[in-house]
């Protein structure tokens, strides 16, 4: 008699591997969801960063923030009034002896892509010589400021929130 595994034996150790690799998956997805999450945070609390440093330093808040909410009131800045005031802190911080941030943390895409259109891609990434060609003559004058979503990935971007009363700024998403 020749010895041989059985169909039996066969689907069995199939039904196993296939339950590992969904354990795995599960578990590994979690887990980039969570990077993700961090990430967002982490730039999120940079870019606030370097808008108060920026106002520490100038007396002033970038792009004249504080004139934008009328009367006191507080002001939401998005889309491109956002980046029009990251930009001025990235511009400010890139190649200087005394930034107001490390844009290294930053994750950007061109400027006019829609949120969830684009994966976008880390700042020296971009900024190294060679970028991806989907990504070359893109200069802070030309980018978006955002994050990975958590969930799928794609470039999503950031927003201002100033608050009059404490004249004080929150990087939200």
């Known amino acids: 008699m020749k010895r041989a595994f059985t169909l039996i034996e066969l689907m069995l150790v199939i039904a196993v591997l296939a339950i590992l690799i969904t354990i795995v998956a599960t578990a590994a997805s979690g887990a ?65 002896r005394n930034p107001y941030l490390d844009p290294h943390a930053l994750f950007v895409a061109p400027s006019g892509v829609s949120d969830g259109k684009s994966y976008g891609a880390p ?15 893109l200069n802070v004058e030309s980018m978006s400021f955002g994050y990975q979503d958590p969930s799928s990935g794609r470039f999503r971007r950031y927003s201002i929130y100033y608050n009059a009363a404490s004249d004080s700024v929150e990087v939200k998403w």
């Open 32 to 96: 980039i969801k969570s990077a993700r999450e961090r990430r967002r945070d982490t730039m999120a609390a940079v870019l606030r960063e370097g808008i108060a440093t920026y106002y520490a330093r100038n007396g002033k808040w970038p792009g004249g923030i504080e004139s934008k909410a009328d009367n006191g009131d507080n002001h939401t800045f998005t889309g491109g009034e956002a980046d029009s005031i990251f930009r001025i802190v990235v511009k400010g911080s890139v190649g200087r």
């Open 123 to 137: 700042f020296m990434e971009v900024r190294k010589k060679n970028p991806p060609p989907h990504l070359r003559r």
